[in-house]
């Protein structure tokens, strides 16, 4: 690779992933051009004045003399000036693979369908009552590249779309966690399987001594890597190592060590209660007690007009909103309105 003061980078998108890439390239001394599709985009920080900025097209001609293209997440890679880089032999990468590259400590990636922004926030909590500092970023909070500590090793908790996985190379999670794949952004990938490849990136450059924790119901294969440490989560009973909910505890079975947390001190509601899904297999119940830094986003609403309101802001889609529902309760016209996450209410099906 060139050295720095020979490095020029070429940002596609100026939204916050990409205004804070390039600002860290320009602070950084490279030389810097950030591009939009939008004459206007509506930048979400201040643009440091080394960043050449070119809005409204995205031609070939800004690839001349590029030595690296970093590509914001709401931008497909399908794009022709992507296509033109890549032929062209010039590396494409996402911002959380150039934040990879600068930081140092520790990454726990967490990436899914449903659930990530509570899941993130609530093992960052844990870790902070664990006096490890944590930083909290990616997909949930300011990007990653915005939050690296360049000064000391640190232990970075990150949430990661399908769209910030796409364009990792070295990217590496020391603890990898899926959640669930369900099918999400098929105006995106072509079927369901290329969105789920997407998501299982967040494994693949694990080494020996890292941690998958996966949802033992998920149906796609997960690399065995020698070395890897596999753990499953589950609402049921486990033959594997991993955490499941037996109805009263959340029990927890890693190399040989079985411990408990009680479902009174989860502070959780809905199917998450039941699966234990928010918490690391490893976590005190202290822990879950204490966290407060990102409250279970849903909850019981006083009565309007004899229907029972139930906020859910996690759920943004449908078959998110009848998985927090739980089974065995029926969306009917009386109570659909009480779905208060859901952006589409009239069109919620009943279950």
């Known amino acids: 690779m060139p050295h720095a003061a020979e490095m020029k980078h070429l940002v596609i998108g100026a939204g916050k992933s990409g205004v804070a890439a390039a600002n860290f ?30 809005f409204g097209r995205q031609d070939a001609s800004l690839l001349d003399g590029v030595t690296q293209v970093v590509l914001s997440p709401g931008v497909p890679a399908t794009i022709p000036i992507i296509r033109a880089a890549e032929a062209n032999g ?37 870790l902070r009552i664990a006096g490890r500092e944590p930083i909290v970023a990616g997909n949930i909070g300011e990007p ?15 949430e990661l779309s399908s769209f910030q996985l796409e364009a990792v190379d070295t990217f590496r999670a020391n603890v990898a966690l899926l959640l669930n794949i369900t099918p999400d952004h098929m105006d995106r990938y072509p079927n369901l399987e290329a969105y789920a490849s997407a998501k299982l990136r967040v494994f693949r450059n694990q080494q020996s001594g890292d941690t998958a924790i996966v949802n033992a119901n998920e149906q796609h294969e997960v690399s065995r890597k ?21 109805g ?23 199917l998450a209660e039941r699966q234990g899904r928010r918490v690391r297999a490893h ?48 969306v009917t016209r009386r109570n659909r309105a009480a779905v208060a996450g859901v952006r589409e209410l009239r069109s919620v099906p009943k279950l």
């Open 25 to 54: 390239l320009a602070r950084r001394g490279d030389a810097v051009v950030l591009s939009d599709s939008k004459s206007d985009p509506a930048l979400p920080y201040p643009v440091e004045k080394a960043v050449t900025r070119v």
């Open 90 to 126: 010039i590396p494409v990468i996402s911002e959380i693979e150039l934040a990879y590259r600068d930081l140092r400590g520790t990454v726990v990636a967490i990436t899914g369908s449903n659930g990530k922004s509570t899941t993130t926030a609530l093992v960052g909590e844990i």
């Open 144 to 158: 990653l590249i915005a939050a690296v500590d360049q000064k000391r090793e640190r232990t970075y908790v990150v």
């Open 226 to 246: 020698h070395g890897v440490h596999v753990w499953r989560f589950s609402g049921g009973e486990l033959a594997d190592a991993g955490a499941w909910f037996d």
């Open 248 to 270: 009263k505890d959340l029990i927890a079975n890693v190399d040989g060590s079985e411990g408990r947390i009680p479902r009174s001190a989860l502070k959780l509601s809905g």
């Open 283 to 330: 976590a005190r119940s202290r822990s879950s007690e204490d966290a407060r830094g990102y409250h279970d986003r849903r909850g019981c609403r006083p009565d309007h007009g004899g229907v029972e309101g139930f906020r859910d802001d996690r759920s943004g889609r449908r078959h998110a909103a009848r998985r927090s529902l739980g089974r065995g309760k029926r």
